[in-house]
C-alpha cells in the first residue's frame, strides 16, 4: 500500500458493440484523492471503475495507476482493490479468512494471515468477529468487513462501486463519515462511484459528473453546486430553477437574459463563449430566491403549493408567463410567509444565478 | 394431532388425502416391500416351488457364504500378505465385485472431470439462447433408449467401425484396434450413459453462485484455479456430490452397457447377480448379491460424503 499513487483517464473509450458506454474520457485523480463519478444510472461510471479494476478492456485511450499504462494487465495483477455493489463477500468462508483471503493467495502462512486479519478487524471496529460466518454480520458490519477484505490486499487505489446503497438511510451516513474516515487514515486513493450527490459532495476531495458516457465536469463540490459547467450538472446536482431566454448583452462577467418573465441579469462562467442573441439557460437555486424587494433581478409569481419540511418550507410557484418557479424558505419562526394562492414578489441577487448555454437538462 | 391438522388446513382435504397416500404408496409399495421381499429372499434356501413354506425352508447365511467362499471344493484360498490362511475364497466373484466397484468410481470421477468445466461455462457465461441450444443438445441423444445407445457405441467402436475407419485411414493403425476387447467400448458407453447426471446438478449449483464472487476472488489477486478451489467448487459442492453419487450408483447397478460393450474378459457385478436370477434360476442366491452391492454402494457413498463433509440436507437443495 503506498499513498500518492495517481490515476489518469487519457482519452478513453469503452464500447460495447455499438453502444458507447464512456466516450472520451479524460481524468487526472491525483494520489490519496478520495475521487467520485457521479451521475444517473447507466450513465458509463460502473464501466470507467471496472476499466480502472481491470475487468473491462479500453476500447480506445489508457488507463494508467502511478504513471503506468495498465493495458494487458488483469484485474489479480493491478494495484488496486475492488468493492462491489453488492459486497460479495464468500459466504463459506469466515469473515478472517475472507479478510486474509489476499494474503492466502500470495502464500502467507496461517498465523500471519491470521494476525494481519485481526489487526484490521481492529480498524474496523468489528474486533472479535473473525470466527463468525458472513450470514451472521449485520449489512453495517459486511460493509466494514468488504473495507477490510480490500484493505489487506494493500492496494494503492481503492475501488468502491455503491457500496453503500443497500444499506439504510441512518447506516448509510454514519458509514460516509466511516469511509471518509478511514481514507484518512489509509492515505490511500479512493475512486468512488454513486448516484447520490449527497454522498459525492459530502465525501469527496473532487467529484466528476457523468452523463451518458460523457464526464461533463471535473471540481471540488462546492464549485459542481455554485459554478455547474452544463446545464445537466446545473439540474442534476441539487434543485434548480431553469429560466430560458436569448443573451441580451455579456458585460464583465455577467450576461443579461430576456426570457417571457422578463429580464434577468446572471453570472458568467470565465470559460462562457456566449454572444448576445446566443440561446441561453439561467439557473437559480431555491434557496437563493427571496421574498421582497430591492435585488436587480425581479419577478410575480403565485403560491401553487407549498409543503413544510421542518428546517425550510419548498413553495411551487408559477409566474405570470407561465414559468414555474421552486423556492426554499428558511424557517426562522412560527410567522407563515406564503400560503396557496397568495401572490408574491421574487427576488434573486445575479451573483447567485448563473447563465449557460442552452443544453440538455437531466431527465425526470 | 395438530402437526397432522396443519398439514390438512394447509393442503386441503383431497390435497392432503393424495399426497399422504401417494407418497406413502411410492415410499412403503414400490420402495420399501420390494426390497424388504428381496433382502428375506436373499436369506432363504433356493428351493422348488412344493417345498416352499414346508419344514425345509429355514432362514440360513448360505448365499452370502457363498459369494465369499464359492462351491463347496473351491480349491482357491484367501491368501493374505503372501501368506495361505487355508480360508477357501470365491476369487471370481470377489473380484469381478471390486472391480465394478472400482471401475465405477473411476467412471464417476472421469465424469465429473468432464462435466465441471462444461457446467461452470454454462453455469456462468450468460451465453444465453446458445447456451439454451447446449442444454437441449445434451438432452436430445438421451431420448434414444439406452439399449440402442449401447448398440450404436457398438457399431462405433467395432472392428470396421468409423473409428477404426478412421484410424485406419489416416495411418494412425494398421490393423484395427479392438476396442470391445480392450474395454474402451465399456468404459466410453458407461460414461456417456448417466453424463446429464452428473451436469444437470452441478450446473444448477453454480448458476446461482453470484458473478461478482468470481470478480472479487480474482480482484484479490488470485488465479483462475485458486479461484475454482476456493469460491466456485465449496459453493457447487452439494452438486457435485449429488452428481457424482447418481452416477456412482447407476454405473455400479448398470446392466444393458456391460452386457452388449462389455469385452469377453469382463464382467460387470449386475451381470453375475442377472445370471442368478436368469439362467441360474436361483434368486435367493440372486438377492443376497443384490443386496451385497446395495449395501456396498450405499457405505461408500456415505464414506465419502463424510469425507468430504456433506451433509445429506445439502444435496436435495
Redesign the interface.
Given at each position: 500500500m503506498s499513498r500518492n499513487v495517481g490515476v489518469e483517464l487519457d482519452a478513453l473509450w469503452v464500447r460495447f458493440g455499438d453502444f458507447v458506454a464512456v466516450r472520451d474520457a479524460n481524468a487526472t485523480i491525483t494520489g490519496g484523492e478520495f475521487f467520485s463519478f457521479l451521475g444517473p444510472s447507466g450513465c458509463g461510471k460502473t464501466t470507467i471503475l471496472r476499466t480502472v479494476?481491470?475487468?473491462q478492456a479500453p476500447g480506445g485511450g489508457q488507463v494508467r495507476i502511478g504513471g503506468r499504462d495498465m493495458a494487458g494487465i488483469?484485474?489479480?495483477?493491478r494495484p488496486?482493490?475492488?468493492i462491489?455493489?453488492?459486497l460479495?463477500?464468500?459466504?463459506?468462508?469466515k469473515v478472517w479468512e475472507n479478510i486474509a483471503?489476499?494474503l492466502?493467495?500470495?502464500g502467507v502462512g496461517k498465523t500471519g494471515r491470521r494476525k494481519r486479519a485481526e489487526e484490521l478487524l481492529e480498524l474496523i471496529a468489528l474486533p472479535g468477529a473473525g470466527d463468525k460466518l458472513v450470514s451472521e454480520l449485520s449489512g453495517g458490519q459486511r460493509q466494514r468487513v468488504a473495507i477490510a477484505?480490500?484493505l489487506c490486499?494493500e492496494p494503492d487505489v481503492l475501488l468502491l462501486d455503491e457500496p453503500l446503497s443497500a444499506l439504510d438511510l441512518k447506516l448509510r451516513q454514519r458509514m460516509r463519515a466511516e469511509l471518509r474516515a478511514i481514507q484518512r487514515r489509509v492515505g490511500i486513493t479512493f475512486i468512488y462511484i454513486t448516484h447520490d450527490q449527497g454522498e459525492a459532495l459530502t465525501m469527496s476531495d473532487k467529484v466528476a459528473v457523468m452523463k451518458a458516457g460523457v464526464i461533463e465536469q471535473i471540481a471540488d463540490g462546492r464549485t459542481i453546486y455554485n459554478n455547474p459547467a452544463t446545464p445537466f450538472v446545473a439540474s442534476f446536482v441539487g434543485e434548480n430553477n431553469v429560466l430560458r431566454g436569448k443573451i441580451r448583452a455579456v458585460a464583465e462577467g455577467f450576461a443579461q437574459v430576456e426570457t417571457p418573465d422578463g429580464l434577468f441579469r446572471g453570472r458568467l462562467r470565465t470559460d462562457a463563449t456566449l454572444q448576445p442573441g446566443g440561446d441561453a439557460m439561467l439557473f437559480i437555486r431555491p434557496e437563493a430566491i427571496a421574498l421582497g424587494g430591492g435585488a436587480e433581478n425581479r419577478l410575480t409569481a403565485t403560491v401553487e403549493a407549498e409543503a413544510f419540511e421542518g428546517q425550510a418550507t419548498h413553495l411551487q410557484l408559477r409566474a405570470a408567463a407561465g414559468q414555474a418557479i421552486k423556492m426554499s424558505l428558511v424557517n426562522r419562526g412560527a410567522v407563515r410567509d406564503a400560503h396557496s394562492g397568495s401572490c408574491h414578489q421574487l427576488v434573486f441577487a445575479a451573483e447567485q444565478a448563473v447563465v449557460l448555454p442552452a443544453g440538455e437538462l437531466v431527465s425526470e | 394431532m395438530g402437526a397432522v391438522g396443519g398439514f390438512f388446513e394447509r393442503n386441503g382435504l383431497l390435497l392432503g388425502l393424495y399426497l399422504l397416500f401417494g407418497v406413502g404408496f411410492w415410499i412403503l409399495v414400490l420402495i420399501v416391500l420390494p426390497q424388504l421381499a428381496m433382502l428375506d429372499l436373499s436369506f432363504r434356501h433356493n428351493l422348488p416351488p412344493s417345498l416352499v413354506g414346508g419344514p425345509d425352508d429355514v432362514y440360513t447365511l448360505e448365499n452370502y457364504r457363498h459369494f465369499l467362499v464359492g462351491n463347496p471344493g473351491n480349491p482357491d484360498r484367501l491368501f493374505l500378505f503372501g501368506w495361505d490362511t487355508g480360508i477357501p475364497f470365491n476369487t471370481i466373484d470377489i473380484s469381478v465385485f471390486f472391480r465394478t466397484i472400482l471401475a465405477a468410481l473411476a467412471v464417476t470421477l472421469f465424469d465429473l472431470l468432464l462435466c465441471y468445466p462444461l457446467a461452470y461455462y454454462l453455469g456462468q457465461s450468460n451465453i444465453g439462447g446458445f447456451g439454451r441450444i447446449f442444454l437441449l443438445l445434451l438432452v436430445i441423444p438421451y431420448w434414444v433408449n439406452e439399449i440402442l445407445r449401447a448398440f450404436a457405441f457398438r457399431i462405433l467402436f467395432g472392428n470396421s467401425g468409423i473409428l477404426n475407419f478412421l484410424l485406419l485411414n489416416l495411418g494412425i493403425v494398421d490393423q484395427p484396434a479392438d476396442f470391445i476387447r480392450a474395454d474402451v467400448a465399456l468404459y466410453a458407453g458407461l460414461g456417456y450413459a448417466y453424463i446429464l447426471l452428473m451436469i444437470f446438478p452441478i450446473y444448477n449449483a453454480i448458476e446461482s453462485l453470484?458473478r461478482?464472487?468470481i470478480?472479487?476472488?480474482?480482484?484479490?489477486?488470485?488465479?483462475w484455479w485458486?479461484i475454482h478451489w476456493?469460491?466456485v467448487i465449496?459453493?457447487a459442492k452439494p452438486g457435485i456430490v449429488s452428481g457424482c453419487t447418481m452416477v456412482f450408483m447407476l454405473t455400479a447397478g448398470a446392466l444393458a452397457a456391460p452386457q452388449i460393450l462389455g469385452g469377453p474378459s469382463s464382467l460387470w457385478f449386475t451381470q453375475i447377480i442377472y445370471q442368478w436370477f436368469n439362467t441360474g434360476q436361483n434368486w435367493a442366491r440372486g438377492s443376497a448379491y443384490a443386496v451385497v452391492l446395495l449395501f456396498a454402494c450405499v457405505g461408500l457413498v456415505l464414506l465419502l460424503m463424510r469425507l468430504f463433509k456433506v451433509k445429506m440436507g445439502e444435496i436435495g437443495k
Open positions: 479494476a481491470g475487468f488483469g484485474p489479480n495483477m488496486t482493490a475492488l462491489f455493489q453488492n460479495a463477500l464468500f459466504p463459506l468462508m483471503f489476499s492466502e493467495v500470495k477484505r480490500a490486499a | 453470484d461478482n464472487q470478480e472479487a476472488a480474482r480482484d484479490l489477486g488470485s488465479p485458486r476456493r469460491v465449496p459453493f
